[in-house]
């Protein structure tokens, strides 16, 4: 009887909405997405525009319970997050909202806002900032995690250079460098006519099509090098010619950021060490785009660099979207941070240059991330050393006068010669000439990413 009176009371429970009691609703208010939206665009007076997925083929559950009469931001959000989707007002257009999934590397200029807002409080003084500075930097190594990766280096590489070109002003000379084995990073150097000792310009190359061969990118190489730096760029993973190594897909990887990262460095540091007129205490690297977020982890990844121009990107509110930025979450080192942070950390009190625009997310900098900037170089005593030139009405790009502004900064903090900076004087050439395997891949050349992937799972087992 006992136990037939504890049955009773467990169903009595049940039904009288105990805990294990949950209504249910049927399924005729589990509706698609854009119907719902649609709904709530009509009600609410808004357009709804949905981008990287379809609408209707996403189901909402119980989603009339999910509308909120009174509120179009309740509404949407109880509709969009249990989806992991996300919405927001469109700044361009009144009246529009725009939906679109969730993305870990992008936020809004209210969340960066808000997220400078609490670093900032982190360190009151400047003993606080050297303390977070090293957090951040160890932080961020720690998550890059190349370790493996430079073990695997090969000791006597496999370097294939080509002829030296001479231009007005400035030589070229493509190059090969084999860094794992197999594996080469490819590139150019851009070096000028004058002897003497010189500084080192490096640039990884942005995820604009054409890569390192685009005319912008030889316009920008080529006057550093008129100017008096060596200059030396590389390919993005994936790209240029190792894109005739692994292919395109490999760019999007999970080891594309460490494979990106090591190449940056190993190429820095066979270019000092292979070239006698390199003043290493005059070290720059420079980027725009991806190219920025390289420039910025090679500063971490090698602390000789001195000065810093990365251009249209580094904000509070985006991490790069590319796996080769994004994806090692180096934003979480430290219990939390972002690029403009780790940008301080690795730089400050050394020169920087950021440049700006009102086209893309870097349209905050001048009120956002540059007075964040400002307040940490302020800390160690060298507000002055730190720059931003924004374009409000340019896009993104590392245009004519992004370049420009990048001549005089690295004149003025590299004792290069701004009177050399004529783009009219370059030689643009064609991708062909600038191809370090324009000939084919050499023997014992990695030939696919399949081929890298056997390679890189044997460096794992030895961990």
Not at 27 to 47: W, Y
Not at 129 to 155: M, Q, S, Y
Not at 376 to 400: K, P
Request: net charge neutral; with cysteine; proline share 5%.
């Amino acid at each position: 009887m006992k136990f037939l009176r504890f049955i009773l009371l467990a169903c009595a429970l049940c039904a009288g909405g105990g805990v294990a009691a949950q209504p249910v609703a049927t399924e005729r208010f589990d509706r698609p997405l854009g119907e719902v939206l649609d709904e709530v665009a009509a009600r609410f007076g808004v357009q709804i525009r949905c981008k990287r997925f379809a609408a209707d083929t996403v189901t909402a559950r119980c989603a009339d319970f999910r509308l909120r009469p009174y509120s179009l931001d309740e509404s949407l959000d109880n509709l969009l997050r249990p989806l992991d989707l996300v919405w927001a007002r469109d700044a361009k257009h009144e009246g529009r909202i725009v939906v679109q999934p969730y993305e870990y590397y992008r936020h809004t200029p209210d969340d960066g806002r808000k997220l400078l807002a609490w670093l900032s409080a982190q360190y009151a003084d400047s003993a606080a900032w050297a303390r977070r500075r090293v957090e951040v930097l160890d932080g961020v190594r720690k998550i890059l995690a190349l370790e493996p990766f430079e073990r695997a280096l090969v000791a006597r590489p496999d370097i294939r250079l080509g002829r030296i070109v001479r231009h007005d002003g400035y030589t070229t000379q493509n190059y090969a460098l084999e860094t794992l084995p197999g594996l080469y990073a490819c590139g150019t150097v851009y070096a000028p006519l004058a002897r003497g000792r010189h500084p080192l310009v490096v640039s990884p190359a942005g995820h604009w099509e054409g890569g390192r061969y685009r005319p912008d990118q030889q316009l920008r190489m080529a006057t550093f090098a008129r100017m008096g730096a060596v200059a030396v760029d590389m390919d993005i993973f994936g790209w240029g010619d190792s894109e005739r190594q692994v292919g395109r897909e490999a760019h999007t990887t999970v080891y594309a950021m460490q494979m990106q990262v090591l190449w940056s460095k190993a190429v820095t540091r066979w270019i000092v060490s292979a070239r006698r007129d390199i003043d290493t205490t005059r070290m720059a690297a420079t980027g725009g785009s991806g190219g920025a977020t390289h420039a910025l982890l090679l500063a971490v990844v090698e602390p000789r660099f001195a000065v810093l121009a990365p251009v249209v990107h580094l904000v509070s509110h985006f991490d790069g979207g590319c796996p080769c930025e994004s994806g090692r979450p180096v934003a979480l080192a430290a219990g939390g941070s972002c690029m403009p942070e780790i940008l301080a950390a690795a730089m400050a009190p050394k020169p920087v240059l950021t440049v700006s625009d009102g086209g893309d997310w870097t349209a905050t900098y001048p009120v956002l991330e540059y007075p964040y900037l400002q307040r940490i170089w302020g800390l160690c005593g060298a507000a002055e050393r730190v720059e931003n030139v924004h374009f409000s009405d340019e896009r993104h790009d590392y245009g004519v006068n992004k370049r420009r502004a990048v001549y005089e900064f690295f004149a003025r903090t590299l004792g290069l010669d701004l009177a050399r900076a004529d783009e009219t004087r370059v030689s643009v050439q064609p991708e062909k000439a600038l191809r370090s395997f324009a000939d084919g891949l050499p023997a014992g050349a990695v030939h696919s990413r399949e081929e890298l992937e056997a390679m890189l799972g044997k460096l794992e087992k030895t961990e």
